[in-house]
């Protein structure tokens, strides 16, 4: 069989797209059996976060995350108590600092990022199942280091970037863009200091960068616990106070 020079370019342009694959696949399983495995992943059924933030104020933050899609955010600032929570169907919120003191539903937009969150084992877990997709877009640069690069094309369209450590394969930076309203909403997080939780490790730092805004924030978690009980009805928004 004689191949053309348009045959053998299509035949290279395969092997390529299957080689490219087969690095992505390799790179997710390895980045899951850092984080502790996938069995140990998902017998994680709760998560409790507590921690502080710094966004050109001291906060104390604490999330409550549940499977299957379940969370909920509390950020207290001087008293007062800001909450989002999505409780696998329907966003609300409670926002002090603007006035408002009852529930409210949020817009599907501005749910974008909670609901995202909402995945407790994230987008790499069974991505393909979800409907992502997981692209290896070679080495990149974090900070003068060498990583890994993944693309992972969400179900809804949005787009992460994994930056991934080459000696540990835990993810070190996230790039994230949302395209929301007809534009590009930007934003970066700078991962580290894992501690193992019940076999799994979590980032215990972030900072994270808003690039539409520029808006920054230090969060530094102090614990987390997970498996203790949470009721359904944590996450459920509650009636309108008289």
Known sequence: MRLTRAGVTGLFCLLAIAVSAQTADELVAKNLQARGGVDKIKAVNTVKKNGKAYVGINAEVSQEQKRPNMIRVDVTVQGMTQIQAYDGSVSWQISPFQGRKDAEFMGEDDARDLVDQADIDGPLVDYQAKGNKVEYLGHDLVDGDDAYKLRVILKNGDIIYYYLDPDTYLEIKKEIQQFIRGSVHESEQLLGA??????????YSI????????????????????NAPIEDSFFKMPPAKK
């Not at 894992?194 to 979590?202: D, E, N, R, S």
């Not at 900072?207 to 997970?226: L, P």
């Open 194 to 203: 894992y501690k193992q939780v019940a076999g799994v490790y979590y980032p």
């Open 207 to 226: 900072e994270s960068t808003n690039k539409s805004t520029g808006e920054h924030a230090r969060f530094k978690i102090d614990a987390i616990v997970v």
